[in-house]
Every structure is written in structure tokens, then in C-alpha cells.
């Protein structure tokens, strides 16, 4: 199965095709690649659009939230295969959001993101660098 390593700046995203067995809480379909549904959650709707053009590339389907509450009401109806989380939303931050999710669905893989946190941010989710 084919993943994409992608970086956002400012200029540019940097898109790179990388192979790797599996996605945790994903399993492909017997000699077949498997479409993995997203939930993005992301304030910044240019940086949004670009992560999911990008993935749509590789032939994923993701939806976008831009508030942490619309993220959590979409999980509500819906389960993606996994979450894509920006740390730094408004009202509501990554944090919390995460914090949510887990408290309803301890399986479901999210992936955490963001350009601008801070080292308190970053070990309030219990990421090390």
C-alpha cells in the first residue's frame, strides 16, 4: 500500500509517494489497494483544500471540518478510518477534540498535526518529539 508524506508551507506543499504494508486500523482488501475514508479537521481552508487534494491524489476520500465541535458532531454519525487533527482550533482545540475521541472511541487512529504548537501544547497530548 502507497502513502503520501506531504508538508505544507507557506509556498508550497511537498508531496511524496511512500510504500509501507499498512495503516494502523486499516486493512486492504486482497490484491487490492483500500480506499481509506478521512476526517480532517483543520481551521486554515487553503491548507485543508491542499491536504485533501492531496489525498484525494492518492485516491482517498476525506472530509473537511474546520471547528473542532463540527468534527466531533461528524463523528457522531460517521466513522472514518482515521482522523487527521490540527492542535491549534478555534473555541474548541485539538486538544479537547482528542481528549473527545478518545473518550468515545479508543481505536479509532488520529493523527496529530500542526505548525505552530507549542512545547506545552505538544506534551498536553502526549507526543514526543
Given at each position: 500500500m502507497a502513502?503520501?508524506?506531504i508538508r505544507v508551507t507557506r509556498k508550497r506543499v511537498t508531496r511524496k509517494k511512500i510504500s509501507y504494508p499498512r495503516m494502523i486500523g486499516c486493512r486492504p482488501r486482497v490484491g487490492a489497494e483500500r480506499l481509506v475514508k478521512l476526517l480532517l479537521i483543520e481551521?486554515?481552508?487553503h491548507v485543508a483544500q491542499m491536504l485533501a487534494e492531496a489525498f484525494a491524489s492518492g485516491g482517498h476520500e476525506t472530509t473537511i471540518r474546520y471547528t473542532g465541535e463540527d468534527g466531533l458532531a461528524y463523528?457522531?454519525?460517521e466513522r472514518?478510518?482515521?482522523v487527521m487533527l490540527d492542535v491549534r482550533l478555534p473555541v474548541l482545540n485539538g486538544v479537547a477534540v482528542l481528549r473527545q475521541i478518545r473518550s468515545t472511541d479508543s481505536t479509532l487512529p488520529v493523527i496529530i498535526m500542526t505548525g505552530l504548537a507549542t512545547a506545552g501544547e505538544v506534551a498536553e497530548v502526549g507526543v514526543s518529539e
Open positions: 502513502f503520501l508524506y481551521d486554515d481552508e463523528l457522531a454519525r472514518p478510518d482515521a
